[in-house]
């Protein structure tokens, strides 16, 4: 029997796919077409699920894939205000702190301070189903079996490069690697069906002018299937 030399590559990413569960207080998950007030999606979107795994296990050779999003918690949305700094440290002064000059790294002044309403979600639960693919930055040391190993290892430990978040920096998130099946969502059952969330970020294409890229986002008994999704409902 023949196999396709593409589908054979599937199969093989399929096979080193991890499970996480990931949780916390608050998350928001930004939508784009909210110019002022920050507004979140109803769930997280792939490329946070994404950011979260980079932040936990990331290399040049790897590129994680984002499958299944499982909200096993429901859906609740909370409106508080933040204060928010719309300007940034100019990179004059950090160029003369470099060279060992003398600048202030901080922004002492309250004038620009903006204080900013948000709808956020609260007490968010996900479990991640992903796999990686190996790219064209692997070298020959770079093997699947290898990078599947560390991760679930930094998993397990609880290890990270940098602490992942919901979105917003100020929502740490909480994770545990998922050994077993994963969790039932609070949407089995007479709470279950089928519930379309709209159109919702994708990710963002680096290689073509940083582009937004959506797709139509479906959510079946609380596992939201983005291959499925980007299979059937396209992107834009």
């Not at 569960?21 to 792939?46: L, N, Q």
């Not at 202030?104 to 992903?130: F, G, H, K, N, P």
Request: proline share 4%.
């Amino acid at each position: 029997m023949k196999i396709h030399y593409s589908l054979f590559k599937e199969v093989i990413a399929i096979g080193f796919g991890i499970k996480l569960k990931v949780w916390g207080d608050y998350a928001c998950f930004t939508r784009p077409e909210m110019k002022v007030e920050r507004v979140s999606y109803d769930v997280i979107t792939p490329s946070a699920a994404r950011g979260i795994l980079e932040a936990i296990y990331w290399k040049p050779a790897i590129s994680w894939k984002i499958d299944k999003i499982h909200v096993l918690n429901p859906i609740r949305f909370d409106n508080i205000r933040r204060n928010e700094r719309p300007g940034k440290i100019s990179t004059g002064k950090v160029k003369t702190a470099f060279k060992g000059g003398d600048a202030a790294l901080y922004q002492d002044s309250t004038e620009d301070t903006v204080q900013r309403a948000s709808l956020v979600l609260r007490d968010v639960c996900y479990a991640i189903e992903a796999h990686f693919e190996m790219t064209d930055r692997a070298g020959p040391e770079d093997t699947a079996e290898k990078h599947y190993n560390v991760a679930l290892r930094r998993m397990r430990k609880g290890q990270c490069f940098h602490h992942p978040y919901f979105g917003c920096r100020e929502f740490p998130v909480q994770f545990e690697l998922i050994e077993g099946k994963v969790p039932a969502s609070c949407y089995r059952g007479e709470t279950g069906g089928e519930r379309d969330l709209g159109f919702m970020l994708y990710d963002i294409d680096f290689t073509d002018d940083m582009k937004a890229v959506f797709f139509r986002a479906s959510m079946v008994d609380g596992v939201i299937d983005i291959q499925k999704c980007l299979c059937y409902g396209g992107v834009s």
